[in-house]
């Protein structure tokens, strides 16, 4: 059978895949912090005996476009969005250490701090867990402030700090998980806080997904796959012609 057939196969489907990144993100255009996945296509030589014409496609996801979105003000003083660049340290769902930039925070029941879905925010010494106060303010530098009633005349202390992180893009580089958390590719357990880091409180980042962008991609992508259908098809009709011609003769 004509390798062609197999090569239009692997484009379509891995038009297929990259359809599932790009829908991926277009679901994803209100959550906040999110960051927008990239893909790629490019062809890889097939190996072995073949003629050198004959690739096949290959997508990948290369990076994440960790370009800021919009800064949206809330008036909520436990919403912080982050200035620049840098990352919010959060607990993972098995326990571990990741980063993310998604800064709709609140308290529990328990008085721990987490993010708009339920991860537990790190401070200085694990995860924040505040006791109960009238009032909760987060500085430029993440430092964490309640105002109690105690003794009935209202006191102001700092009683914890966010985990701000900035590694350099040229010494760790940083890859999202499917859970949407960032991690250091090298393995590195944890990163090291960053003094320099600020954030703004009573906002938050937006997702950086362009809706019209991601559609955009989403057609071309469609018509890629036809394409590539269309060929699939196109190669059977020859084999069965060639078919034809073999038993005549």
């Not at 590195?188 to 320099?196: F, G, H, M, R, V």
């Not at 057609?219 to 078919?243: F, P, W």
Request: aromatic residues 4%; without cysteine; negative net charge.
């Amino acid at each position: 059978m004509d390798k062609a057939l197999f090569i239009a196969m692997t484009g379509a489907k891995h038009n297929m895949l990259a359809q599932q990144a790009r829908a991926n993100n277009l679901a994803n255009v209100n959550t906040t912090g999110f960051k927008a996945d990239l893909e790629q296509a490019r062809a890889m030589p097939v190996f072995g005996q073949s003629y050198p014409t004959r690739a096949y496609a290959l997508t990948e996801r290369p990076a994440t476009d960790v370009a800021s979105g919009q800064y949206n003000q809330t008036g909520n003083p436990l919403d912080v969005a982050i200035n620049g660049d840098g990352w919010l340290a959060v607990q993972a769902p098995d326990g571990s250490e990741a980063y993310t930039r998604r800064g709709d925070l609140s308290l529990d029941a328990n008085g721990v701090m987490r993010t708009g879905n339920g991860l537990p925010v790190i401070g200085s010494g694990g995860p924040i867990v505040l006791p109960p106060a009238s009032r909760v303010s987060i500085g430029e530098d993440g430092t964490i402030s309640i105002i109690s009633n105690g003794g009935g005349q209202p006191m102001a202390m700092g009683v914890d700090q966010l985990k701000l992180v900035n590694p350099a893009a040229e010494d760790v580089a940083m890859d999202k998980g499917l859970d949407g958390l960032m991690r250091p590719r090298n393995g590195q357990a944890q990163l090291d806080e960053d003094p320099t880091v600020r954030v703004a409180s009573g906002m938050i980042e937006t997702s950086n997904v362009n809706a019209v962008n991601e559609l955009t991609h989403m057609i071309a992508l469609s018509r890629q796959y036809e394409m590539n259908v269309k060929m699939m098809k196109t190669v059977d009709e020859n084999g069965s012609s060639m078919n034809s011609v073999l038993r005549m003769s």
